[in-house]
């Protein structure tokens, strides 16, 4: 079909099926399961139908990859926080817990979602298309767990001119994080380049600065306040790559408070954590700045920090006394 994406090689090793072509192909093996059972697989010019089958060195596979359906996203009443809006863009501070768009287990109840439903009753109009009819309006992206601004565009040229922005890294961003211990030296900068984990596909992960994979990253920290077993720390973007704060942090010794995927609790803080219900990454978004791309003047925004962090934060330097 127009769009599927096929891929084929030979098996390196001879092993059960689904591992094999897992190996291969970097689908998880529970994708190549699935894949098997929708007959997207053959061996040797042979439809595949067992995932434990036993498969030799050297046999050759093809895999096609269905073409994926873009659902199209629909208007939800759901609140917003707005910082700034105009004809052209919109500006909020997404609460943690929202999805950015609708993707695989989050078909609804998304940034997306809201905005269709805002843009369509407040003065009408709608966002841009460039993104798809999933990802309307969408320029970047904030994680689910993470909290603050984002700005989004309504119209094509709006969207464009964003775009360029984020692309050149001029877009100022400032993040502000809790992490676990106190980085020494208290101010520097991170230059590690990342990409996507062997070990775990979810996670990001730093490379070899020479490696051909992944994306150059830049993050620029300064510890802002000591506090109980952990610090409260500005994080500066030169470069906006998935996770960037979470996996710098965590690369340096010093994974944010919270972050179930990239570190680990300090032990002390367990009960403080859990006391508070405390169980997201510890970081937002709290500055956004760039040139509107319409006009060309100088925009910059500022979110507080939400209430839990807030609350996180003075109860470690309480117990920090």
Do not use: W
Not at 84 to 101: Q, R, S
Request: glycine fraction near 10%.
């Amino acid at each position: 079909m127009s769009g599927d994406k096929i891929i084929s090689g030979t098996v390196p090793a001879s092993a059960r099926l689904d591992k094999a072509l897992a190996d291969a192909s970097e689908l998880s093996r529970a994708r190549v399961q699935a894949l098997i059972a929708e007959g997207q697989i053959e061996i040797n010019g042979a439809l595949a139908s067992s995932p434990s089958a036993k498969v030799k060195e050297g046999a050759q596979f093809r895999i096609n990859i269905p073409a994926a359906i873009e659902a199209e996203a629909r208007p939800q009443d759901i609140p917003l926080t707005v910082a700034f809006e105009d004809e052209h863009l919109i500006v909020v501070n997404k609460p943690a817990g929202m999805v950015v768009h609708p993707a695989a287990g989050n078909p609804d109840g998304t940034l997306v979602n809201a905005l269709l439903h805002h843009c369509a009753n407040n003065g009408g109009g709608g966002l841009s298309g460039i993104g798809g009819v999933a990802r309307p309006g969408i320029v970047h992206r904030i994680d689910k767990d993470t909290s603050g601004l984002l700005v989004a565009a309504k119209s094509d040229a709006a969207h464009e001119g964003l775009a360029a922005q984020f692309a050149a890294h001029s877009v100022h961003r400032r993040y502000l994080a809790v992490c676990g211990g106190h980085p020494s030296p208290g101010e520097g900068t991170i230059d590690e380049r990342l990409g996507r984990s062997d070990v775990n596909r979810k996670k990001m992960a730093v490379l070899e600065k020479n490696s051909s994979r992944g994306k150059h990253a830049i993050t620029h920290y300064k510890v802002l306040q000591h506090l109980n077993d952990a610090s409260l720390i500005e994080c500066r973007l030169e470069t906006g790559r998935t996770h960037q704060v979470r996996v710098h942090c965590a690369s340096i010794g010093h994974a944010l408070l919270g972050d179930q995927l990239y570190g680990k609790t300090p032990k002390p803080l367990k009960p403080l954590l859990s006391g508070l219900n405390f169980a997201r990454q510890a970081l937002h978004a709290a500055e956004l700045g760039f040139l509107h791309p319409i006009t060309s003047a100088e925009l910059r925004f500022h979110a507080d920090l939400p209430g839990d962090m807030q609350e996180l934060i003075d109860e470690l330097a309480r117990l920090n006394r």
